[in-house]
């Protein structure tokens, strides 16, 4: 189950926050802008010091899943730069699927829109609600 998603721009803004359940507390405006800029920048640090070999593919560097004792945290990084973070139960395995359909929506629904200025806050309500969706769906 996803209980929350994070969209952090590339250079480490949070664009979008929201909680699909009440099991994970709110966050406030604050807290999530510094929880953005702080995974932006290890994520930036773990890509860096990894000793293993350097793909080609920017979204195969960098963290792409933190296990605590009560929640997952997997991270999906396009190949524009922009971090999808989702926060899930233990039971949820590997997430990149979703986070790429979350992805494919950000692209139809927010970089499609005239009006969107790139790395602004997302505020859209049509992709609030085929987010709902797939969340619901997965």
């Known amino acids: 189950?996803?209980?929350?998603?994070?969209?952090?721009?590339?250079?480490?803004?949070?664009?979008?926050?929201?909680?699909?359940?009440?099991?994970?507390?709110?966050?406030?405006?604050?807290?999530?802008?510094?929880?953005?800029?702080?995974?932006?920048?290890?994520?930036?640090?773990?890509?860096?010091?990894?000793?293993?070999?350097?793909?080609?593919?920017?979204?195969?560097?960098?963290?792409?899943?933190?296990d605590t004792k009560n929640f997952r945290m997997h991270c999906y990084q396009t190949p524009t730069g922009i971090k999808f973070i989702a926060v899930t139960d233990l039971l949820q395995a590997k997430l990149s699927g979703a986070l790429n359909k979350a992805y494919i929506l950000y692209c139809d629904y927010a970089l499609k829109n005239p009006f969107y200025n790139l790395e602004m806050p997302i505020r859209s309500e049509m992709f609030d609600t085929k987010l709902q969706q797939l969340v619901q769906a997965h």
Do not use: C
Request: charged share 15%.
């Open 1 to 66: 189950m996803i209980h929350a998603l994070f969209i952090i721009n590339r250079s480490g803004g949070l664009i979008y926050s929201k909680n699909f359940t009440q099991q994970v507390a709110q966050l406030s405006s604050n807290e999530a802008l510094i929880f953005a800029g702080t995974f932006h920048g290890i994520h930036a640090l773990a890509s860096r010091i990894s000793p293993a070999p350097k793909r080609d593919s920017v979204k195969d560097m960098g963290i792409q899943s933190i």
